[in-house]
């Protein structure tokens, strides 16, 4: 054999070893060999499970999909390229035969809305936005515009309102209705939806399951009625998530619950600090007594566990000031994401909710005021140090 064909052939496509590796390896094969041709007609008749081509199945990726099937208790999950390319699919794969119609929560991501109007709207989704905090609201609304989806967050971005999630899916089932559920401010620690009854939940992986801001990707967790549709769909769309950020976000996962612990733990402790303090006009976490959905909270989260989100807003402050507050933190680090190691803050008015008109800010209680925090794991003395700081120069 010559030297530029050994090249190209040596040391590739060996078979398995009987030792198993202790980490899932990445697999940046786009294609595989099979046995035979025989082998490889069962893989694309789906008789045979195994690797064809890395749009349909990676090994990589199905690594992390069985692991956060597992962690949310779904019958299976497909990896993405990234949380918007998610919910995108999970809405496709519920829509498929139903009407072309979500109810959506009022209190939602901005980028979830402008997917909504401004992506599906076109190709005939209609959106029909609803307070999710009520559930008499929501039944009127499914009675009225007859849904195909309701789409909801666990835990809201950015104002942490929690809803009834076991009542919504009840309300869901009797009328025929996917409810999906954004799960990534609560994580699988503190709220898993499959169990309360929703038929798919995504997330956005780039935030706490992965957790150190290095990879972009999104997840979904389907049950058994609709898994197969998302993998007959991927398998022609090609969402799907790249093997390098698979593996960087199963590893990411096995710290996760010792994070998202030291997170809420961290995020209480600065909640409860910042009502205190004599610049700051409201705190926004989900412990606190007077929450407007205390009683949904006390059953569907655990107890010490709320979540790695504050938000708060500044006493008297406009977008000059909110600016000036933010130029001034040192620690805190001002970007467009959460759920990192390091503390995190971002001001929705300009950045999550940029888009989203005055009048639904106004009816969600977004105010000009407030400023988002995603509490890291560092000592949480060193970031109220930083926010005093900022707040008083």
Request: hydrophobic share 45%.
């Amino acid at each position: 054999m010559k030297i530029q064909t050994k090249a190209v052939h040596a040391g590739d496509r060996k078979r398995p070893q009987q030792q198993i590796p202790v980490s899932t390896p990445v697999h940046f094969a786009a294609s595989w060999i099979c046995a035979d041709q025989a082998e490889q007609d069962r893989i694309f008749a789906h008789e045979q499970h195994g690797y064809a081509y890395s749009r349909y199945a990676n090994p990589t990726n199905d690594a992390l999909e069985e692991l956060v099937a597992a962690l949310e208790n779904g019958h299976g999950a497909l990896a993405c390229s990234s949380g918007m390319m998610a919910l995108q699919h999970a809405l496709t794969a519920a829509l498929l035969e139903r009407p072309r119609r979500v109810l959506c929560a009022r209190d939602i991501y901005g980028a979830t809305l402008k997917l909504l109007y401004d992506v599906m709207g076109p190709f005939g989704l209609r959106t029909e936005l609803v307070d999710a905090n009520d559930t008499a609201a929501v039944e009127a609304a499914m009675d009225r515009s007859r849904p195909g989806a309701l789409l909801v967050e666990t835990i809201s971005n950015p104002l942490l309102r929690v809803a009834d999630l076991a009542a919504l899916a009840r309300l869901c089932r009797t009328r025929n209705i996917a409810l999906i559920v954004d799960n990534t401010f609560a994580t699988p620690l503190l709220a898993r939806p499959m169990e309360l009854g929703a038929h798919l939940v995504v997330h956005s992986s780039t935030k706490y399951l992965g957790g150190h801001g290095d990879t972009l990707g999104g997840l979904i967790v389907s049950d058994e009625a609709h898994y197969e549709t998302i993998r007959r769909f991927s398998r022609v769309a090609g969402p799907v998530m790249g093997p390098m950020e698979a593996y960087l976000t199963m590893r990411g996962i096995k710290t996760f619950p010792l994070r998202m612990e030291r997170q809420c733990r961290n995020a209480a402790a600065l909640a409860a600090w910042l009502r205190k303090h004599p610049k700051v006009e409201r705190v926004f976490y989900p412990d606190d007594p007077a929450h407007p959905d205390a009683a949904v909270i006390r059953r569907i989260l655990p107890e010490g566990l709320y979540g790695g989100m504050v938000s708060f807003e500044v006493k008297g402050a406009g977008r000059e000031q909110i600016f000036g507050f933010l130029d001034r933190l040192r620690l805190c680090v001002r970007a467009t994401s959460l759920g990192d190691v390091h503390t995190m803050v971002l001001y929705p008015w300009i950045a999550s909710h940029r888009d989203v008109p005055p009048e639904q800010k106004a009816a969600m209680g977004l105010r000009e005021n407030l400023v988002r925090f995603s509490v890291g794991i560092e000592a949480v003395e060193d970031i109220m140090a930083d926010i005093e700081q900022a707040l008083g120069g």
